[in-house]
């Protein structure tokens, strides 16, 4: 294997490390949200808070797509640098 395909592959396994963290992280704010939010006069602060999540999510989820396309094209340029690479092989 070569070197580039080495680094290639490493910062493909670091890229999907973070991006399963974002998933995670995702995951655990969308726990916190209500579905539906019944609320009276004096529970703003509660409507302010799930305001401020969604936010949050909304905020997660936009990396998070982007880290999922990038880990989709590094994954398909590995496979793509190795198969290049297997098949300029020398046959034996």
Excluded: C
């Amino acid at each position: 294997m070569s070197p580039i395909l080495t680094v290639l592959a490493g910062i493909w396994g670091a890229e999907t490390a973070v991006l399963v963290a974002f998933l995670i992280y995702r995951s655990l704010l969308g726990m916190r949200e209500d579905d539906r939010l019944f609320l009276g006069a004096g529970e703003a602060q509660e409507e302010r808070e799930q305001h401020h999540l969604q936010a949050r999510i909304m905020h997660v989820n936009k990396y998070a797509t982007m880290l999922g396309i990038l880990s989709g094209v590094l994954l398909l340029a590995a496979l793509a640098l190795y198969g290049y690479e297997q098949m300029n092989r020398p046959a034996l």
